[in-house]
Each structure stands twice: as C-alpha cells, then as structure tokens.
C-alpha cells in the first residue's frame, strides 16, 4: 500500500506540475478570489449544459457535442447560459478580421436596397435547381444609364441585363419564392450553410472555391462608397456591441478603386481611409454620448493585397501603402497578403519585394510592420506550411492563423520568444475544413507552450459568427482545462499584442481590466449561490 500512496503522490506532483505550466494556471497567483468563484460558476455551468443542452436530440441536429461543427450547432449554443454569460464578455482586440467580411449580409442587403442606382444581372439563366450557383453581378449606374428593365427571373429576362436591384426584388418570381426567395438567394451567394461546409465542398481545398464566390459576389456590393461608409459604421457598433473595443482590421486593397454614388468607379485608396477614418471619429463621438467613451478605443488597418499580383504590381502596392502611411501614419497598422496560401503565391515568391519594402521603410523612416498570414493548412511541409518560416524571418509582428505551427518546435520557440503572437479563428478554421471540430483544434497546444494568442474571427459575416462571443464559446466548451483565466488571457494578449502605441495600449489594458471586474462581479452576482 505504501507504494500505491507514493504512486499517488508523484501522480499528483506531474499533473501539478504539468497544469502550472499551462496558460490557465500560469498566473494563479494573480487572480482574485472574485474570479476564482465566477470560474468555478462557469465550469459547473459548462458541465451541465454538457449534459443537458449537449446531449439532447434536437430534430435537425441528431448527434450534438461541445465544440461541434458552428454552423450546425449555432442554433443550440444560442440557447446556452454559457453563450449569454459570454456576450457580456469584454473581447479586448480584434486583430484578425477581413473588412469586406464583417457585416451580417442581410444588413448590407437592406443597405444596397436603400442606395439609387444599385443594379444586378445574371450571366445564366436563374432556376430552382441552380439558385445557390448561379451568382449575381451588382453594379452602381450613373443616373443616365438606370434600367426600366423589370425581372431577371421571369423568361423573357435578357442574360447580362441590368435590373434595379428594387425591382428585380419586387418582380423575383413566386415560384422562386417572391422577395423572400430573393433575399435567400442573395444572402447564400455570401455566405456559406452547412451543407456547403460539411457536404459539398468538405474540404480546404474544395471549401475555397465556394469561399472565393462569396467574396467575389459581395466585393461589388461593398465597392460602392456610399455602402462602404455605412458598412464600416456598423462595423464598429457590432464589433463595440459585442464587447470589442478596438480593431486593426485588413482591408483588401487589390482593387485601386471602388464605385462613387455617381455610378463612375473613381474612389481611390486615399479616400477610404478618409472614410474609415472620418466614420472611426464619429463612433468615437458617438459613444462619448452614450457616456461611454472607454469602450471604444478606436481602429486601424492593416494594408492587403492578394497574393495572385505579380511580383510588379506587388511593387505598386507596397509603394501605395508607402504613400498612405505618411499621409495617416495612425491608421495604417501594418502589410500582409491574403487569399489561399495553398493555391496562390507564397511569400518566397515575393522575398525581393517584401525586402526592397524594408528598405524603402528605412529610407522614408517608416515603420510598417508584416503582419502576415501563415500556416493557415493542414499541408506538412506544403508551400503555405513553408510560409511560417518566411514570415518569421521577414519579421511578422504576428502571425494569421499560423494553423500548422505548432508542428514545428523551433518556429514555436520563435514565437515564444519574440514575442510573435498568433492571431487563432476557431470558427473560420473549422467551416474551412482545416479541423472537423472544435476539440481538434491545435489552439490548446500552441498556448500551453507558451505562444501569445488573440482570438479572432476572420470572416463572420460569411459564417454567421458575428463579433467574437461564438469564437470565444467553442474555445471555453472545448477543453476542461480552459476556464475564465484562459479567456481573459486571450483578450489581454489581443491589446498586448496589437500596434498601439504605448499609451494608448495602456488605456486599453486599463480599460479592460475595469471591464473585466464588472464581467466577473456580474458572473457572481447573476449566478452565484444566492
Ligand atoms: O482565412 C482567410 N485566409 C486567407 N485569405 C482570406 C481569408 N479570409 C478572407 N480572405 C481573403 O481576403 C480577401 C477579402 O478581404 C479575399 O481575397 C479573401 O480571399
């Protein structure tokens, strides 16, 4: 027996020391008793919902589990306590989200219907069968050019005709479901269902091409500036009504102009950063009369160009964002380069590039930061896996979804070290086929191992995942382990790791060290012991 009590102890000393190294328990000692309890309130919640929720048949969803794929379990996470308790959650930072990505689609939909002269066509003919293929083409018209043009669906429709956008709404055919049909057609070319994700296109590889429509489809709406401008406002008020109080969102500035509100595509890069900017000072304003001026700290962006450009046009970019950092040296936070790491260029396509940029940085006495996606794969030593090494050696502030690091010990090192922090999105990793579910997911190992990390969402208007409480929800029901410490751990990291200066990172971290009393005092409150 002495020997099974000596067994029991070494036991109790490797976990013991095994959890102290873990990013839950790594700060103990500074957490206060007050978060202690309201930990201990969400894990009882966790498992009996676990129990409950989790494991009841609902009659479209047979099999339910924590952390199960999103899009088929979003309904019953909807109900969940633990989702409730999590909107209430201050997020910190978003530091990892696609601008044209980030606004529910029927809200853009209602946006597009409001604005004259938004016209759409079709280049095939529309039917019941090809509805969720056949994608439509949105265009502004200057006034001159409006169509009298009433229907795409009915038979006489002429293919690549241009419609009003009212209209071809008020005439869709009752057969494809009259305006309801419409709008259900027009939101799924932007975003993708779960039998697209889990059925169709169930693969990184296959995903993709229904990703890359979506984009396509939504980019001519988005590219329309009065749209843009209302798009960033609710932008920012979705992103500050989910607990979010600052961003450093990519915009995709591939294409050198978008459309005016007079039908002429004439918008340059220059003014949409005075718009980003100008909508920025008025949610600032906004929510100072709300009395609410800390929640909202502000926003940058983070310059991208899709990595099909040559390495010429590439040129162009980097000079462009050049240009646009003297002129707003606030708002523009850093370079990447997005788009499918498996299928267009790799970095080391563009090391001649991306070095000459560094150089021209030190010549204007510039700092721009890469901030560059990698490892977003399942590849082992594939081209976009391959990408980790060229980020970390071009210098990466941080890395985008860095999905395959954790394979490799020296770049996890790396990370640790220097401090390189990985912007993590659940929720876009698994509807993009690289996990099948949430447990499966490396984001465990790579915090445990000591790598900074910030939640993100990537593209929640294409997944249905507005702001941050479902990412951070797969997250906490994944793991035993993670409890409330880990989560606040994440939101710190997402301040700590963003490119706000000093000070201003240090109001941030104040503020949401403020906020994350009020959370865990009302975590107690709400639904401690009574
Ligand atoms: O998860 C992602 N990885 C790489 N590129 C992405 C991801 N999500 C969106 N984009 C890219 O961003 C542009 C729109 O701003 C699109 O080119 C889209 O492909």
């Not at 129990?51 to 969803?61: E, F, H, L, N, R």
């Not at 693969?203 to 009065?226: C, M, R, Y």
């Not at 040296?329 to 498996?342: C, I, Q, T, W």
Request: aromatic share 10%; glycine share 6%.
């Amino acid at each position: 027996m002495a020997a099974l009590s000596e067994y029991h102890a070494q036991r109790n000393s490797l976990i013991d020391a095994d959890l102290s190294l873990r990013r839950e328990y790594r700060n103990l000692h500074s957490r206060s008793s007050k978060e202690l309890e309201a930990d201990k309130i969400m894990r009882d919640i966790r498992a009996l919902e676990a129990k409950t929720v989790w494991t009841a048949d609902y009659p479209s969803i047979p099999h339910p589990f924590p952390g199960m794929e999103f899009l088929t379990g979003k309904s019953i996470i909807m109900k969940t306590k633990v989702f409730e308790i999590l909107s209430k959650m201050p997020k910190g930072a978003l530091l990892h989200a696609h601008l044209d990505a980030t606004v529910d689609i029927d809200f853009l939909l209602q946006l597009a219907l409001k604005q004259p002269g938004i016209h759409i066509r079709l280049h095939k003919p529309l039917s019941k069968s090809n509805l969720s293929t056949n994608l439509p083409e949105f265009r502004i018209l200057p006034q001159e050019q409006y169509s009298q043009v009433k229907s795409i669906s009915d038979p006489t429709y002429s293919l690549q005709t241009w419609v009003s956008l009212v209209n071809a709404r008020n005439f869709f055919s009752q057969e494809l479901g009259g305006m309801e049909g419409f709008d259900k057609w027009l939101i799924g070319t932007m975003t993708i269902n779960p039998s697209e994700a889990y059925g169709t296109y169930n693969t990184l590889a296959k995903i993709w091409d229904k990703f890359g429509t979506v984009f396509q489809t939504s980019t001519n709406l988005f590219h329309i500036e009065p749209i843009f401008v209302e798009y960033v406002r609710q932008f920012f008020r979705s992103m500050i009504a989910d607990g979010i109080s600052y961003v450093e969102a990519r915009i995709n500035f591939t294409p050198k102009l978008m459309y005016g509100a007079d039908g002429q595509l004439n918008v340059p890069h220059r003014t949409w950063l005075q718009i980003f900017e100008r909508v920025m000072n008025e949610i600032r304003e906004e929510m100072k009369q709300q009395s609410r001026g800390d929640d909202f700290i502000g926003a940058r962006i983070i310059y991208s160009v899709v990595r099909s450009a040559t390495p010429e046009e590439l040129v162009w970019y980097l000079e462009d964002c050049i240009t646009l950092k003297k002129e707003y040296p606030h708002l523009v936070a850093g370079f990447d380069l997005v788009g499918p790491e498996n299928v267009l260029n790799p970095l080391i396509y563009y090391a001649e590039q991306l070095l000459r940029f560094q150089e021209r940085q030190k010549e204007e006495s510039l700092d721009i930061p890469f901030i560059f996606h990698a490892g977003e794969t399942t590849g082992d030593g594939t081209e976009a896996d391959s990408n980790l090494y060229d980020a970390i050696l071009l210098g990466t502030k941080r890395i985008g979804h860095g999905y395959s690091l954790h394979r490799h010990p020296k770049l996890v090192e790396e990370c640790r070290q220097k401090g390189i922090a990985v912007e993590v999105c659940p929720i876009s990793n698994e509807i993009l086929r690289l996990t099948s579910s949430m447990p499966m997911h490396p984001l465990p190992a790579l915090l445990n191992y000591g790598v900074p990390v910030a939640l993100c969402s990537d593209d929640p208007a294409v997944f249905g995942s507005m702001g941050l409480t479902y990412d951070f929800f797969q997250v906490f029901v994944a793991s035993e382990i993670t409890g409330l410490s880990t989560l606040g751990a994440l939101a710190r990291d997402s301040i700590e790791f963003s490119t706000l200066e000093k000070a201003e990172k240090e109001r941030a971290l104040g503020v949401f060290e403020r906020r994350w009393s009020e959370f865990v005092e009302y975590i107690v409150v709400e639904y401690g012991a009574k």
